[in-house]
């Protein structure tokens, strides 16, 4: 898979995965963009690489600095050699577990359920 192809997936996910923890739909962020839902779908998939005009209009959209949808593959799950979409619902869960999070006034409970699930993850290895 080309770099490119990489980096459009990533930042497509990154989008995806910010709109769906704001509750906004496809349709709505289209709307807010005015171009069409399609084009969301593209972005999202891949598809189509995303402008900086258009990147930074996504990011006040959605609350997020344009160098939120950035990051590097790693972040999104994606490698070179990947090609298949990340699991659905495998993302729903992150996005619920990015929600629920930060609403754990303690630190160290926080801290705790970080521990453990690095050893959950560590035992599926």
């Known amino acids: 898979?080309?770099?490119?192809?990489?980096?459009?997936?990533?930042?497509?996910?990154?989008?995806?995965?910010r709109r769906m923890m704001q509750d906004i739909?496809?349709?709505?962020?289209?709307r807010a963009a005015g171009i069409s839902y399609q084009q969301i779908q593209k972005y999202e998939r891949g598809e189509n690489g995303i402008s900086a005009s258009r990147l930074s209009l996504f990011a006040e959209v959605l609350g997020v600095a344009p160098s939120y949808?950035?990051?590097g593959a790693e972040i999104?799950?994606?490698t070179h050699s990947e090609s298949r979409q990340p699991d659905l619902l495998l993302m729903r869960e992150l996005i619920e577990?990015?929600?629920l999070?930060?609403?754990i006034p303690?630190?160290?409970m926080r801290?705790?359920?970080i521990q453990v699930i690095e050893l959950a993850a560590r035992a599926e290895t």
Not at 5 to 12: E, I, L, M, W
Not at 25 to 30: C, H, I, R, V, W
């Open 1 to 17: 898979m080309r770099q490119a192809d990489v980096s459009h997936r990533a930042v497509g996910l990154r989008l995806k995965q």
């Open 25 to 30: 739909t496809q349709k709505e962020l289209a």
């Open 69 to 71: 949808f950035l990051g």
């Open 76 to 78: 999104v799950g994606l």
């Open 97 to 99: 577990l990015n929600k």
């Open 101 to 103: 999070f930060p609403l």
């Open 106 to 108: 303690d630190e160290a």
């Open 111 to 113: 801290r705790a359920l």
